[in-house]
């Protein structure tokens, strides 16, 4: 399947997703079960299997993309304050923008798009990517706990309990020693895998929500310019910089390229930030990458 036929497929299962949200034959608040089964379940199931089985002789090449992750979502989040600063919006509604402007939606669009297009090679690179998201996550909830307050046990606690960490820790570590974990862990881990991208992207059709949109367009015109045109530009120029290639410049590059993070919604919610703001920037950049992936994919 070519890169074009990938995206489609995804768009199909987003619209099922949504379609299936309109016409009542599942509710909104179904997405919450299924992410559960996703993150806590299907998807440290596919990452496990994509570390236990791939070529880690390079492993600090591979550790350079998580820093350009951080490196390219500071770089987004700082454009995005400074453009809120600008326009005068309220505190919360500029951390909305900043928050969003920064994190990728590396994880559940970027894991299925970069899968579909690049194989289990290329979703290594992604995994590493992503893990630069869940740092640039774990940041903000520092930050916004020494702004707004709340409990640092919760943000610690959020990312030491994260499944999909476990399922890189543990496989990078089976790897890493060699230890066999026989014929059947390896099939039961399979079967769960393959739920992963179905799964995500109906959630993703039922999360979508455009009755915010009308009120916040400027901000999510903004934040969408910003994630989807500037990132992988930012991206392309500092692979570019640093002389990486192949799947690692070109993986970065394309997961750069993805729209707002669902869980800048959870911080959104969590510090009582702009939600409506959050909420429409995500929508607009999600279905606006559904035609910026595959233009991107061409100049790749």
Do not use: Q
Not at 113 to 133: E, K, M, N
């Amino acid at each position: 399947m070519n890169s074009l036929e990938t995206i489609i497929s995804i768009i199909i299962l987003v619209i099922i997703g949504y379609a299936a949200k309109r016409i009542k034959l599942l509710k909104p608040e179904d997405s919450i079960t299924l992410n559960k089964v996703v993150i806590n379940i299907a998807l440290p199931s596919l990452i496990f299997m994509a570390m236990y089985t791939a070529d880690l002789s390079d492993i600090g090449s591979l550790a350079e993309i998580t820093g350009l992750c951080i490196l390219i979502g500071t770089i987004g989040g700082l454009i995005g304050y400074t453009f809120s600063r600008i326009r005068g919006y309220p505190k919360k509604t500029r951390w909305s923008i900043t928050v969003t402007s920064t994190m990728f939606n590396s994880g559940f669009l970027g894991y299925p798009v970069v899968l579909g297009v690049f194989g289990t090679a290329g979703l290594v690179r992604a995994i590493f990517y992503d893990a630069g998201s869940t740092i640039i996550f774990i940041c903000f909830g520092i930050l916004f706990l020494l702004l707004f307050g709340g409990k640092y046990s919760e943000i610690a606690k959020r990312a030491l309990l994260f499944p999909p960490i476990w399922g890189l820790v543990l496989g990078v570590a089976v790897n890493l020693i060699h230890l066999n974990i026989g014929s059947m862990a390896p099939a039961i881990l399979k079967y769960l895998s393959g739920a992963t991208i179905p799964l995500i992207m109906i959630s993703l059709g039922l999360s979508l929500e455009v009755s915010s949109l009308k009120n916040y367009m400027e901000e999510s015109i903004a934040v969408s310019g910003i994630k989807l045109i500037l990132a992988p530009l930012i991206a392309f120029l500092l692979v570019s910089a640093l002389g990486l290639s192949g799947l690692n410049s070109t993986v970065t590059i394309v997961e750069a390229g993805m729209p707002t993070a669902m869980l800048a919604l959870v911080l959104a919610i969590t510090y009582n930030l702009d939600v409506k703001a959050a909420s429409a920037c995500i929508f607009l950049s999600t279905v606006l990458s559904m035609v910026t992936l595959p233009i991107l994919m061409l100049i790749l």
